[in-house]
């Protein structure tokens, strides 16, 4: 299934603003980060487990096993983040 994934401030200066990826049926918030952090390079990096990072999926705070449906957008950002 396709998801649109979206980063906020420095997850975006190190991955860019969004992407649009394939994501197994049924993919949990925190599957889909492995799955990205899978990628290797900035992705595991800007992603890393171990990080304080906050998810919104279609644009509501969510844990990470809120389940993730066709065309969902998801974001993934710092705890904190400036106007």
């Known amino acids: 299934m ?7 401030a420095s997850i975006r200066e ?7 990826i394939e994501a197994p049926v049924a993919s949990t918030v925190g599957s889909v980060r492995d799955a990205l952090i899978g990628r290797g390079g900035a992705h595991a990096s800007a992603l890393a487990r171990g990080k ?3 998810t ?3 644009q509501v705070l969510c844990d990470e096993a809120a389940v993730v ?14 106007g």
């Not at 449906?69 to 400036?82: D, N, R, S």
């Open 2 to 8: 396709k998801l649109t994934v979206r980063y906020f």
């Open 14 to 20: 190190a991955l860019g603003p969004v992407e649009t």
């Open 52 to 54: 304080a990072l906050r």
């Open 56 to 58: 919104a999926l279609n």
């Open 69 to 82: 449906e066709e065309g969902a957008e998801l974001a993934f950002f710092p705890p904190v983040t400036g």
